[in-house]
């Protein structure tokens, strides 16, 4: 039995940029090459990036994608590799993957099953293959799923059952709580049912709201994770093959097959000692701060900043930000403002102080009480007869955002903005005012994992970056006298579970009281989030986590008459 | 040959609002009633409301609005309805028609092509039909095809060789520039082709960026259209048929059928002047307008509102936008306020007012001066030793936006912004400044076609509504000193038609060149279009009115190296 040695190229491309991917792709294949590998599996869409969204309906760009594909297939000499990229045929594009060996290019596996669900739009774009190309390949069969296509059933058993003892998995999966388990258990599952092995390549990195968590991983025939790669960096995985499964072959199969046949010389391998299977974290904070890591990283980078600002208010979400974009960047990339108002507590700037010495991080402190005075002299005429109240509370918020992006403006600096999900569910949060910034870095994460988060990172660091007094103070937004988020809102404990039920598993009002939460609660929380669609259509993109964010996860209409 | 009596009832839905559509729909049946009709045609997802987006992953919503669909069908004594609704089959949904007839539900066609391009989503929610229903009442056999279906030639040629005479083909297709002229054309040859008459019902009205523009019509077998309805109202429109072609029924397609066979009574029929065929509006800029207008109040009303608020600048875009909104709405329900700054023209200010004058708006003046100066002062030691520059531009804009958001939290008026497509395009607008507000109203109309509507405005009301002088001056944001548009981009005549080319049509740069255009020009204008798609994301919604808007017909990523 021969040795099949078989590189998994866990790689970050960039969404468009086909040089950058391409010089990547090749630098891989070239470390794959080194170490004697005979085949070196990329991620889907490695060469233009995923999801390209609708950059794919530039013709110019498909046909510039497939050059780059061409232009990848001329560096493989003496090794196979698979790569994922856009095909086009017959006026039809294809989300497949490119099959080159020996300096050619030999042919291609279409996607089968296309996701149009949550945040995937794949229909919009690509048709879908119907038939499978098998690639023999020393004395083996390998066969390739494209991401969608192992969650089906079916394309696995038609290759297994055509002889293939390989399944090479290529993917462009997204990170959400719980989706590591879930991604091992289904494809443990996969491998013992077909008796295949599975060689399973996800991509790593941030794009826009999405960050790709690796874990690529090999698996054998009976379900074993043999090697398994990181959450956050790029990697080369590399594993040798030994034992493969007998197969049996059964041809009662409805979709066509061609097949590919490779010649590689059976180069005189070096020894690789094969890594143990490496434990990603099963601490779900830690995979959460992972992923928020990278995402605010990658988001910053690949939009070409290098600095980012935030509002600090002395609160929860501020400091949890700051500590997230300070181990993300490094402190000398952060800047923070602090910006009281008559209403600001000498806590509050004292903690975001405190915060800031934590971290290292430079802080500098411009009051908006003059401007806001000037706001409401202005506003005097026009405002007299009326109220103190929400006009006056979101003026303050305003002026910090208009603050904010002058210093944004006149030093490049990009704005991160500080709301968690509950805030941005309720709508508890400034339109133009602390909404105003081009990143929303825990958008799509509770209040009450915000403090989770934040415990954790003290816990990691063994020491209180986050200082123990904003986390143990009662939140508030300080835009009017004594105010606590608690005076409009239930406890963040009551309000996250019901915007769970509401907001990701869609559950109606009768339901979410079934599970036992108050029906007045519960009609006020549903009007709060549906009355403030209007806000979350202007927000800034934010990393998703959870198994629905506010982004393109969830489409509701403005004008809607339909609250439960 | 016995008379068909059909009713075309082209409503104007809300999304969600089940409540309010079912008694929309059983007032248009009671009327189809009152003139002896047999039938009764409905646009698609009458019921819900079109497009009702990510309500669908409500069960309770689907549960629900089948609820509706069966208490209308108790409302069709003597009469036989067709409405749209969500049908739930299987764990899956349809895009389906109801088939109702004295006072029963009596089957169902579902939708068998699901757009899921451009605004469309529907293979997010929906899966196809494959089978057709065939109706048969009195003499006749009719059969129907939702929206999209017809737009392929398989459905219709299917019914037609099955023995149908008349399709009635249902509708929530929205208005672009084009489109009018375009589905005639279609349906005409659809009739001819198969020698079949088409009932063609579509829905009116404005939901967030789109606006159904009605049009239904009926069209004969040799391609006449016999009646065609008004652009944006609801409307009842009858047709008694006569004459019907004699059909060959060949069974040689593939598609599966069903039949209902409906007893009604020939109920002695009142006599209907059949009205001639209306023609609708052939002046471009009056369809334009008509969808603006009717985009506008829809948006307004639907999401609750009654008052909108505009801050005048004195120049073509916020005059447009004011006289769409007193068109619309009432000049009594449209408040301007005019902000000067030290860089305001006393032009700016007689060009506001007189608008105002002539439109009979109240407008009121707030000057930026002094809170302009403390920001000024406050960010002095931030500021000091960098030039004076886009920072303090962009300010002025964000104090603007500011107090507009103000004088909306304090009195309750919806914020309309004024910005048009040709600015959103190359990001010539503040964020969270001029960019601040609910509404865009003429988002997705160039700036060359600005002038257009305001000229044709001028024109079709025999009076000056736009003053002359805005009109002809040189287009400026008085951010600064003696500054002009052109000083930054290129003549808007050019401008518009490059961005046509490469957003709505999507061509290279080199494709744009070969159309005589300067390389240079192509080169800033499509640079400054990738560079500000972070701005656009974080915009009010517009009203789509050409091939490709910038709401959900553009779907581009933020992360992207790609530019060309």
Redesign the interface.
Known sequence: MSKLRIALAQINP?????N?NVLKIKNFIEQARSFDSDIVVFPELSITGY?????L?????ID?NVTAALEVSKSTSSITAIYGFVEKENNQIYNSAAISSNNQFLGTQKKIYLP??GVF?E??YFSSGDSHTLINLKNSTVGINICEDIWYPNPTKNLASSGVSTILNINGSPFQIGKIAERKKLLIKRAQENQVNIAYVNMVG???ELVFDGGSMFINFEGTIEVIGSQVTEELLIYDLYEQPTTQQNKSFNYSTNSIYINLDDNKKQKIDTPKSIQESDILEDQILQALLLGTK??VE??GFSKVLIALSGGIDSALVTAIDSLALGPENVRCVYLPSRFSSEASRSDANELCINLGIDI?E???E??FS??E???FE??KN?DW????E??QS??R???V???S??FGYLVLTTGNKSEMAVGYAT??GDM?G?FAVIKDVPKTLVYKISNYINLKYEKNIIPQSIIQKEPTAELKFDQKDSDSLPPYEILDQILELYVEK?H?S??IMNKGFDRKTINHIIQLVDKNE?KR?????GIKITSKNFDRD???????????
Chains 1, 2 share one sequence.
């Open positions: 960039t969404v468009g940029d086909l950058g999801p390209p969204e609708d950059l309906h530039k013709s110019h760009f510039d149009n669900y739009d229909k919009r941030g794009q826009d990658d988001y690949k939009t500098n411009i009051s908006i003059e401007i000037t706001f002299s202005t506003l026009d405002f009326t109240g929400i006009a006056e979101n003026l305003r002026i955002g208009a603050l992006m002058a210093l403006n006149k339109i133009y105003a081009g869609d109606s009768n339901e209007y259509r202007q927000s800034a993109p969830r489409r509701m209409p403005l004008s809607n008459k339909y609250t439960n």
